[in-house]
């Protein structure tokens, strides 16, 4: 029969172990309540941070910026089925909403709702599951789930890889699209076997940017249509004829403008380097080559220019973008010019540079008859109205021309961002405008620790038997010492 001794458990009370086993196990209870107290807390809090290395989830300044201050109410119409929506595309969308209470997110399972995709669907195409169409009153974009990707393609393997998210590149200006009253005309001059934003492969990224794109034929209209916002000129293979060039001309002069990107021809085309003539250039018959290796890309043909001081490539050199121009020719001033013009140099080339003028030579090396650098790649010209003839000038006439289009192809517009980004920032500055939606794709590129196998096996034995080992002897340590006390 087992006695208990009341005294001596009440003494035990009052020993130093119980002391401090009690304030041990105080202390304990303690931490774990102020724990489960801050997790509940921490989960009522709806803020999220994003640790991701390139603030994968974040929007960028511009989009916050335009959502900040949208006055029209927009709708993103997800298409996605019942129960398989892209958590990915759903957490970014979501960011929109939480920015503005002018913007709805509605689902729409495109099989269940095939009338709904079919009202948007215009070229009768189709429209993929996983895309967005954004809406406004009665303006609408649709955002293909292709588009909000970039790829890169393995030519060994044969495999494309999703590189990087365009969600925010697409979705942030088709919104600006859809809100905007009224969007900026290009007109592409057709006629002389031009390449178009359309063959280049760019003609969604700059319609994505919100401009409308329309063919021009200067033969059979009497003059530059009124509502054009700029002509846009690429590549032309054959001249212009005098009555095209008196309308170009006439359009100038009323402080139209125009962005001529050329590249090299066996022939030169004569009107065209008269017009530019009166603009106080002319280009020059040849091949710029870099002879400096830190503005080449491995090749002397495949510059990488420098960027000069102005609004059309600050923002590049900002966001510390290159660009890859292959054989250009140089623009060069002329000896006279009108006073009112401007000229000022947007890509240049350093003084290894040198001009390849038999165009039959292969050689990578300079020669003996080559011009000595620097060149001039791109020029951006203001004709500055005249107060005594508003009638004729009512605004700055401006100009851009780069002595090279390949530059813009799909080529290189794709792989080198700075490419396209500098042409639409010269679309911007044509028609005045310095705020620019600069968005940037997201970087999925996975960075990877790279250590040695030694290195390895270090780190395996510190952490799988060195930390438990000094773990171990701590805890030994102190019951040692308590069992003493």
């Known amino acids: 029969m087992v006695k208990l001794d009341f005294k001596a458990i009440k003494s035990s009370f009052k ?80 960011k929109y909403a939480e920015k503005s209470s002018h913007v709805k997110i509605k689902y729409i ?41 970039d790829y890169s393609y393995n030519e060994q393997t044969g495999e494309s890889n ?23 005309v290009l007109y ?10 359309v063959s280049l492969g760019v003609s969604s990224e700059i319609e994505a940017a919100n401009y409308e794109i329309r063919d021009l034929n200067l033969l059979t209209e009497k003059s530059v249509p009124q509502d054009a916002t700029a002509v846009v000129v690429i590549s032309p293979k054959t001249d212009i004829s005098d009555i095209e060039l008196k309308k170009l001309k006439d359009y100038i002069n009323g402080g139209g403008r125009v962005m001529f990107l050329m590249d090299l021809l066996k022939d030169e085309l004569k009107n065209f380097n008269s017009l530019f003539e ?8 040849g091949i710029v080559m870099e002879g400096d290796n830190n503005y080449n890309a491995g090749n002397p043909v495949w510059i990488l220019p420098k960027l000069e001081s102005h609004d059309i490539v600050n923002p590049i050199d900002i966001n510390n973008m290159y660009m890859l121009i292959p054989n250009a020719q140089p623009i060069v001033e002329t000896k006279f010019k009108k006073r009112t013009i401007t000229i000022e140099k947007l890509l240049t080339t350093t003084s ?31 004709d500055k109205a005249d107060a005594l003839n508003a009638k004729l000038r ?92």
């Not at 086993?21 to 801050?38: D, Q």
């Not at 009166?278 to 018959?285: A, N």
């Open 15 to 94: 020993t130093r172990k119980f002391k401090y086993g009690g304030y041990a196990a105080m202390l304990t209870a303690s931490v774990i309540a102020i724990l489960i107290v801050l997790n509940l807390l921490v989960g009522q809090i709806p803020a999220k941070l994003d640790l991701t290395h390139n603030r994968l989830y974040s929007l960028s300044k511009p989009t916050v910026d335009l959502l900040k201050n949208l006055k029209k109410d927009v709708t993103i119409y997800a298409l996605f089925p019942t129960g398989n929506e892209n958590p990915v595309i759903s957490e970014f969308i979501q």
């Open 109 to 149: 399972d495109p099989y269940k709702n095939p009338g709904f995709v079919k009202k948007y669907d215009t070229s009768g195409s189709g429209i993929d599951e996983g895309s967005l169409i954004v809406e406004s009153g009665n303006k609408f974009r649709v955002i293909n789930r292709y588009d909000m990707v």
């Open 162 to 184: 999703v590189t990087g998210l365009t969600i925010e590149q697409k979705l942030t200006p088709a919104i600006l699209y859809v809100t905007s009253d009224k969007n900026p």
């Open 188 to 197: 592409e001059l057709k006629g002389h076997g031009e390449d178009t934003l």
């Open 278 to 285: 009166s603009l106080g250039v002319r280009l020059e018959h």
């Open 352 to 382: 290894n540079s040198w001009l390849r003028k038999d165009l039959n030579s292969t050689s990578l090396n300079k020669e003996k008859g080559d011009e000595s650098g620097p060149f001039t790649l791109a020029v951006a010209i203001t």
């Open 394 to 485: 009512p605004r700055d006439a401006k100009i851009v021309i780069v002595g090279n289009a390949t530059f813009l192809n799909s080529q290189f517009s794709k792989s080198v961002p700075g490419n396209l980004n500098f042409v639409i920032n010269a679309l911007n500055w044509l028609q005045d405008k310095k705020d620019t939606l600069q968005i940037q794709p997201k970087d999925l590129t996975t960075f990877r620790l790279n250590i040695s196998t030694t290195q390895a096996m270090i780190w395996a034995a510190i952490t799988v038997i060195g930390i438990p080992i000094v773990i171990l002897i701590l805890g030994l340590t102190i019951w040692l010492r308590r069992r003493h006390l």
